[in-house]
């Protein structure tokens, strides 16, 4: 089960790479910190959502509660494919943001 969700993760990430570098940004490029924001909260609902139908359900929320669109995610991904460098840590500030400890677990092991 925990390899699904892992599987997941990584396959959303992959796709919105992959159709980024298919599809034409519409639009103004999306401001780097809402994406890294929307792509956090996606990938934290992979791990949480228990089937593929409750994921796309609640990714179609995420998106709207963001004021974001699939097009823009993947222009945003596209804009970025001449920059590899920046890039790369933007995805590793959003895996960093996904495994940091929540507030409640944060609290839990400072009492410890």
């Known amino acids: 089960m925990r390899m699904q969700r892992w599987l997941g993760t990584v396959l959303l990430a992959g796709s919105v790479f992959a159709a980024g570098c298919r599809q034409r940004a519409i639009g103004s490029m999306m401001d780097r ?10 990938r934290k609902e992979a791990v949480a959502s228990p089937d593929s139908l409750v994921f796309d359900a609640r990714r179609a929320a995420i998106l709207a509660d963001a004021g974001v669109t699939d097009s823009a995610l993947y222009g945003f991904v596209r804009a970025m494919e001449r920059r590899p460098d ?25 009492v410890r």
Do not use: G, Y
Request: hydrophobic letters at 55%.
């Open 33 to 42: 910190e809402a994406f890294i924001e929307v792509m956090v909260a996606l």
């Open 86 to 110: 920046e890039m790369s840590a933007i995805w590793d500030v959003i895996d960093a943001r996904v495994n940091a400890p929540s507030t409640e677990e944060a609290d839990t092991v400072r």
